[in-house]
């Protein structure tokens, strides 16, 4: 692969960072994950608008313009000849002695690389997943799209243990997203169930798009905590992220969810996703 770091493009066996960075050292880094099919960029504004929160909260400056960044994007999937898959893209602080306190003077570090992946038929959304419930440990600003992303995979490493695809984080009797998507639930009368944005949660951009999508067919949208009960009980329960856009829960813990297979508003979603934002 082609990597991007820094301005320049490079193999990626030539792309190197720092031992000083304090992206390595203090996980003092955002990222994001944009997804490509047939080579166009999904949701891109909305991945750049959070992009520029995440740093914002963090005082980092981002180094390059609005449109040099979308001109990057653009670049990596040619480069690469990326059909299907995904785009990660990290901005650290950057390099300097080490110390609690932000440096000074340091320069960002940028870095893009590409992964191929099935998104649009990824096996996963005709099975659907089944999910084990796992506390919610994380820090408190998850709303920051940070590279602390090591309870998140503990959490998902438990899960696997447990039987399960992936886990969804529980505070206080609530589920506050999964360990790398949002998590929803369809009530027997159709309505979405959706955790309201705050602090507890990161603030999905596919999670915008299908509540757009949701109320303009004319679904009825609650945004509010849900519980792990109320999940178990609902007709449907699905997840939504750049790279699985929605996808089936079939199982939390030891409870089937509807009749144990992929549901179809979540199915309708879905489709409604891949038709308006692969434009
Ligand atoms: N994860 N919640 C968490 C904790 C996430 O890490 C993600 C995304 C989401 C969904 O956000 P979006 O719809 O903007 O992708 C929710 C990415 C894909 C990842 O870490 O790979």
């Known amino acids: 692969r082609t990597v991007y770091l820094n301005g320049a493009w490079l193999p990626e066996t030539e792309a190197k960072v720092s031992v000083f960075d304090r992206g390595f050292l203090f996980a003092d880094a955002i990222y994001e994950v944009t997804a490509?099919?047939?080579g166009k960029l999904i949701d891109y504004y909305g991945h750049a608008a959070r992009l520029q929160r995440s740093l914002s909260e963090l005082g980092i400056a981002c180094p390059l313009s609005e449109e040099a960044l979308l001109d990057v994007h653009r670049d990596i999937v040619l480069r690469n000849h990326l059909d299907e898959g995904l785009i990660y893209l990290q901005i650290s602080r950057g390099a300097d002695d080490r110390d609690f306190a932000y440096p000074v003077k340091a320069e960002p570090t940028l870095v893009l690389f590409t992964q191929a992946k099935p998104v649009l038929n990824n096996p996963r959304s005709q099975t659907g997943l089944?999910?084990?419930t796992v506390p919610d440990w994380r820090w408190e600003r998850r709303d920051i799209k940070t590279v602390q992303l090591l309870y998140p995979s503990m959490a998902k490493m438990e899960a696997i243990r447990r039987g399960a695809?992936?886990?969804w984080l529980v505070e206080d009797g609530f589920i506050t997203e999964g360990s790398a998507a949002t998590a929803h639930i369809v009530k027997a009368d159709g309505t979405l169930v959706t955790r309201g944005l705050s602090n507890a949660l990161l603030h999905g951009i596919t999670r915008a798009s299908i509540i757009d999508l949701a109320r303009g067919a004319g679904m009825t949208?609650?945004?509010?905590?849900?519980s792990v009960?109320?999940?178990?009980?609902?007709a449907e329960a699905f997840i939504t992220s750049?790279?699985?856009f929605a996808t089936s829960v079939i199982k939390i813990d030891d409870v089937?969810?509807?009749d144990g297979k992929p549901g179809p508003i979540a199915g309708k979603?879905?489709?409604?996703?891949?038709e308006t934002r692969l434009a």
């Open 221 to 226: 949208v609650e945004e509010r905590p849900f």
């Open 36 to 38: 490509v099919i047939g």
């Open 256 to 258: 089937v969810i509807g």
């Open 130 to 132: 089944s999910i084990a």
């Open 229 to 234: 009960e109320e999940a178990q009980e609902a």
């Open 242 to 244: 750049a790279t699985n």
């Open 165 to 167: 695809d992936d886990a």
């Open 269 to 274: 979603l879905r489709r409604l996703y891949s």
